[in-house]
């Protein structure tokens, strides 16, 4: 099954906790803290797979965890960390974040690996806070949560040609003729559903990739006969063989065939109309394709390179081939995405909101240090004020007009304000 568009959930592994212990030995008085620290949790790491041609994994499970970090222990162990959970994606997928539409990244050559969902790192045993004032600390900090994420996946195939034209032009009689590819073929529009790939060997040691996207009709880029599904993989492409029947077929005008697609690829993204095309006039063995071929002929050359054949007969696909592969030589490889440039101002370190009667405090910094603390031990309670105090958050909530009693909210963390 074909499946170029998936939205998963993604989330890195939690950092393991550090732990509270001290030492106890025999003939070692005052032996001192002695917890080991968290490991760090996986990540989530995607890798362009060229063996793929489609996202169908992603159509039965959307939701994704890499393991947390194993909890530290006693006698200095350090925990373990979690291991990476790898996902495999065909070349040509592009990862955007579901919220806000960020380009994450462009998979576009086989083996890329790419980092989508961070794992939280490990908290620190009580060994770490041991001072010349406080030499047994009775605290640690529990593992950083791992990132979460709602990713989409777009997959448009990487090909060199793109084979494009009104439904029952003949596409995917021309790319069974020329490679080993098989789609269904059959006298009737619409027969092709799903894009398909094949590759075509020219000469010993050249070949190239061809796709056969599905037709499209009038109304195309504003999504008619499912245009978005198959346009957007012709963004790609190198450059496009544009199929035309010429049979007088049903009252078909070439010309008026030539410019509906034209103009739905324009439409669509106006940088499509200037990729290189060559026209491949189809169905040649039919009775009155020629004298529609000399009217259309005469009206677009020059300024396109026009090669009459039958991909029913293989009449004229040699020729074909032969001009594709002249220009290709002469097409630079395409640029994987790059996200639009955009001037990043810093974000605050937190920000004080009031809201019916409540004070609620946001920002990653202070979210973060919340969340690998034990809000049940009095030790790391006063750590996080003294964090709380150096950030400067309660000189911010006394210019905030906090009032004594009043409640004080930072994620799930709840206490009354008091100077």
Known sequence: MFFDRAKVY???GDGGSGCIA???????????PWGGDGGGGGNIIMVADEGLRTLVDFRYQRHYKAPRGVHGKGKNMHGATGSDLFLRVPVGTVVKDAETGRLIGDMTRHGQKMIVAHGGRGGKGNTRFATLTNRAPKMAEKGEPGQEIWVT???KLLADVGLVGLPNAGKSSLISKISAARPKIADYPFTTLVPNLGMVRVDEGESFVVADIPGLIEGAHSGAGLGHEFLRHVERNRMLVHLVDMSPSEGSNPSEDFETINRELELYNASLVDKPMIVAANKMDMPGSKENFEIFKNKYEPSYQIVPISALTGEGIELLLSKVSNLLATIPLPQPESEDEVVHTP????????????????????????????????????????IMTLMGIDQGLAEAGAEKGQMVKIKDFEFEYSE
């Not at 001290?22 to 001192?32: A, I, N, T």
Request: negative net charge; glycine residues 8%; charged residues 40%.
């Open 10 to 12: 993604l989330k890195g």
């Open 22 to 32: 001290m030492r106890r030995e025999k003939y070692v008085p005052d032996g001192g």
């Open 153 to 155: 996946m777009e997959l």
């Open 347 to 386: 974000e605050p370190r937190f920000v004080i909101e009031k809201k019916d009667g409540i004070i609620y405090i946001t920002g990653k910094e202070i979210e973060r240090h919340v969340a690998m603390t034990d809000l049940e031990n009095e030790e790391a309670l006063i750590r996080l004020q003294k």
